[in-house]
């Protein structure tokens, strides 16, 4: 009987380590034979020969998950090859003119989540990552009708080992088209005319200096599907013809680091167009004065290369974006030259610079457009704000901050409407 019990007693043990999800450790069991002990279920001896076995198998590694398994860490966290991240961002916005195309309108403010976000990415093996971001946008805002729902923001898989030159990504995401780098609330106007997220496959190379080449592949126009949307142009101007459904886009894209505070970069795009292809370039620069600490500047060029002819129109309108910004950081960390176009690296911008102060300048070159078609259009744009993190630890990649921004934009105007709006913005957020 006491051998069946002892029996027994063994299994259950072997069971319970076997199923456990959580970091089971040896003094953990000691102290259920210590109970067992003493409540005459088991002697002396098996107490001995059960606390024996535990010892020389370890428990998984003495407090270590056994391999392969997806378990927490004795700290409460996720095993290092899974991290987990988001950001929470509420905003408030007001607005000079509601309409700008009525030259009686009045002014209008609003209040809403800006944005939800969550990324998980999964390390497999040292040269392949897994990453998803979902989220969720202008959550209670009439103006950009968020509807609340959760959508895949990014989704990718990284094939790239650090001592070997080539490396893959394939997946959603904003294709290597523009860096977007961005100081401020808002987004830049080259991001709002010219991101491309869409699935694709890129193939890139790394070298000397900071070398990266890469050439892109993916479908559809997404790149003038987001020109159309960006609010730099009426709506009254618009496409014509049918969309292409062939996998016929791609980019190529270049960037270096010459010197330790000059990043140089550039990019070409292509997309089957209708009527002819849409071609655009982009080239720009970020820059570090050595002679004075804190202070950067980022500058960045788009430009319509060739363009199809737009409903209604006898020739192509050849537009051009660019965007210009001084940042003065006060709270000095290790540079880091990031873009605005990917979750990680937004993220990353903001905990890494977590105080600072910036100014940017934009213009719209609309090829005569709005004189040629009788159409309002966006000239120029400038921007002021400051952001401070009350709260930031980077070693736990936590940061709580605090921003402002004051935006004005000017007009080409051929109507009775208002020539120019002044926004503000100010927001709250917290990234973890």
């Not at 690296?345 to 890494?352: G, S, Y």
């Amino acid at each position: 009987m006491r051998k069946g019990i002892f029996l027994l007693v063994t299994v259950l043990i072997g069971v319970f380590v076997f199923v456990s999800t959580v970091n089971v450790y040896a003094n953990d069991l000691d102290l259920i034979l210590r109970v067992l002990l003493r409540k005459g279920i088991i002697t002396e001896k098996e107490y001995q020969e059960l606390k024996k076995e535990l010892e020389s198998k370890k428990v998984a590694g003495a407090g270590e998950p056994a391999k392969g398994q997806n378990v927490q860490k004795e700290d409460g966290v996720l095993p290092e090859t899974i991290s987990l991240s988001g950001s929470i961002y509420g905003e408030y916005r007001w607005v000079k003119n509601r309409e700008i195309t009525d030259a009686e309108t009045d002014s209008t403010s609003d209040l809403y989540l800006r944005k939800i976000e969550l990324g998980v990415e999964a390390k497999l093996i040292d040269w392949i990552t897994a990453s998803a971001v979902f989220n969720s946008e202008w959550i209670g805002d009439d103006v950009n009708q968020g509807d609340e729902k959760v959508a895949v923001d990014e989704a990718t898989v990284t094939l790239q080992e650090e001592a070997f030159p080539f490396y893959l990504v394939a997946g959603k995401r904003t294709q290597p088209f523009g860096v977007f780098e961005n100081h401020l609330i808002t987004d830049p106007m080259t991001q709002d005319a010219y991101e491309t997220k869409r699935v694709g496959i890129t193939a890139g190379y790394t070298g000397p200096l900071g070398l990266d080449v890469s050439v892109t592949v993916y479908k559809g126009e997404e790149q003038m599907d987001h020109l159309f949307e960006s609010g730099l142009f009426s709506d009254t101007v618009s496409r014509a013809g049918e969309a292409t459904d062939d996998l016929g886009s791609y980019i190529v894209s270049v960037s270096v680091e010459p010197l330790d505070s000059v990043v140089l970069f550039g990019g070409y795009l292509s997309e089957p167009g209708r009527g002819t292809r849409n071609q655009t370039v982009n080239a720009g620069v970020s820059f570090l004065p050595p002679f004075i600490d804190g202070l950067r500047f980022d500058a960045e060029y788009m430009k319509a290369i060739d363009r199809e002819k737009y409903s209604g129109t006898d020739r192509q309108y050849k537009e051009g974006v660019f965007s210009a910004t001084i940042a003065y950081e006060f709270v000095l960390r290790q540079r880091n030259v990031i873009g605005g176009g990917l979750f990680s690296e937004r993220r990353a911008h903001l905990i890494n610079e977590p105080l600072e102060v910036a100014l940017r300048y934009e213009h719209f070159d609309d090829d005569g457009m709005s004189e040629e078609l009788g159409v309002w259009t966006v000239r120029d744009r400038y921007s002021a704000g400051a952001r401070y993190s009350f709260y930031n630890d980077e070693e736990r990649g936590f940061n709580a901050f605090v921003a402002g921004e004051y935006r004005r934009t000017e007009y080409r105007t051929q109507a009775d409407m208002k020539d120019g709006n002044d926004e503000v913005y100010l927001r709250i957020g917290v990234d973890f």
